[in-house]
């Protein structure tokens, strides 16, 4: 009696550490269920930060293409104008040193005409 009173205790004991084996395995899983999952959040919402950022970026990257493209069609244009207002002073230059040496000319000649009617 006293064998089977010991073997008794013994079984309600065992099954008692099971249950409590089976509880504590079971919170473990349900535990690290949680801590995978949280983990898989944090990672997901890096993640989306990450990606908002990037895109971020390259939206400013684009904006800066696109002034740079901008500003160097605008230094194109003032280029070709300064190019025609050089090539229209220059030919201005000519102009009036042509008339100068039109007019040179023609006063030499005058002056020539005047000293030899003076001569006459």
């Known amino acids: 009696a006293v064998v089977s009173t010991q073997s008794t205790g013994k079984s309600k004991a065992v099954a008692m550490l099971r249950r409590a084996l089976d509880e504590q395995r079971d919170l473990t899983l349900r535990l690290t269920n949680e801590q995978e999952k949280d983990a898989q959040q944090r990672l997901a919402n890096q993640k989306a930060e990450y990606e908002t950022t990037i895109q971020r970026h390259l939206g400013f990257i684009d904006q800066l293409i696109a002034d740079k493209k901008d500003l160097s069609e605008k230094v194109e244009n003032i280029m070709t104008q300064t190019r025609a ?36």
């Not at 009036?96 to 002056?111: C, F, G, I, M, T």
């Open 85 to 120: 207002t050089e090539k229209k002073l220059a030919d201005k230059i000519k102009l009036l040193e042509d008339n100068k040496k039109v007019e040179v000319k023609k006063q030499r000649e005058a002056s020539e005409a005047a000293e030899k009617i003076k001569r006459e």
